[in-house]
């Protein structure tokens, strides 16, 4: 049965904003609102964790408004006329985008051994976009599905451009960890110094410690060490492809540069001197026509020539 969307709805899908989440319920205030012409009405609900007044999610809005634009055809010729939209569809090119259509059932299913759909169950749910509670009607976690997906479409296709996003992405997020270590370093300093203790016989902590001359007390420290963050700073450095040598930083790689621009300048001019030897040439060929036909006059009118060939033909 059709649903008559010129009167209020009895249940409504609401997005609270402090808690991030969205839920559906019965509309506590229902508001006129004619310049909504496909839906004259906004809902209001109070939060069922924290009691704020939420208005109706915006998605809820757009389909409302599509409802009401898609009619669709309703006479025999138009519904001939839109099924022959299909002829000749889906394409070459769309078949490569949808033909991983059918996968999606299979990596959910592999996807929810592992993540299975639990709003707001994971640690990484905090900071996620996708509706709470389209995300609770789904089998495992949307986010790790697409996850998977790219990467199977990726290896299917062998085309590692799919990837480009996800691992631009974790390639800053890497960048930005280093930045963090590396301002730790300089807030804490490069070394550490441990203060010397033991304990006394009733099992209490008591630093070393002494008084100069001046009365005044002094700490003794001792087993002075580099920061215990270099040595995950140079792994990630070297694992991210962040060090001099892999951003052709170093003075060998300058001067290798160096010297093979050196070369192709060089080569530049001796392709040159190539080019003018081929122009010698054509001259050369150019003029070598007149020299042979010059040639053969000279031939035709030698005298002792003209004699041989007058006394062979009258033998």
Known sequence: MAIDRSKPLSEITFYCKPCYRSFKAEPERI???????????EYFAPCPRCGDECAQ?????NLLKAYSKATGPKTEEGKTASAANLDGHPTKEEALRTRFNAMKHGLSARTATYFPSKPDGYSFCHGCDVDRV???????CIKKTELFMLHHAAFDQRNPKHLMGIYADLQASVFAVVQQIIQTIVADGVKVEQVVWDRDSEGNVRVAEYVDEKGERHIIRENMMAHPLFRPLGEMLSRANLSLSDMGMTQKVVEAEENELGR???D?????????????????????????QRS??????DPKLIEYQQEGGNA
Request: some cysteine; glycine content about 4%; hydrophobic content about 25%.
């Open 134 to 140: 389209h995300c609770s009607h789904q089998s495992a």
């Open 31 to 41: 508001e006129e609102a004619p310049e909504q012409e496909f839906h004259p009405f």
């Open 57 to 61: 999610v915006h998605w809820e809005k």
């Open 296 to 301: 053969n006059q000279q031939t035709n009118s």
């Open 268 to 292: 530049q001019d001796e392709q040159e001197s190539i080019d003018e030897y081929r122009k010698r040439t054509l001259t050369l060929l150019s003029g070598m026509a007149d020299k042979i």
């Open 264 to 266: 192709l300048s060089g």
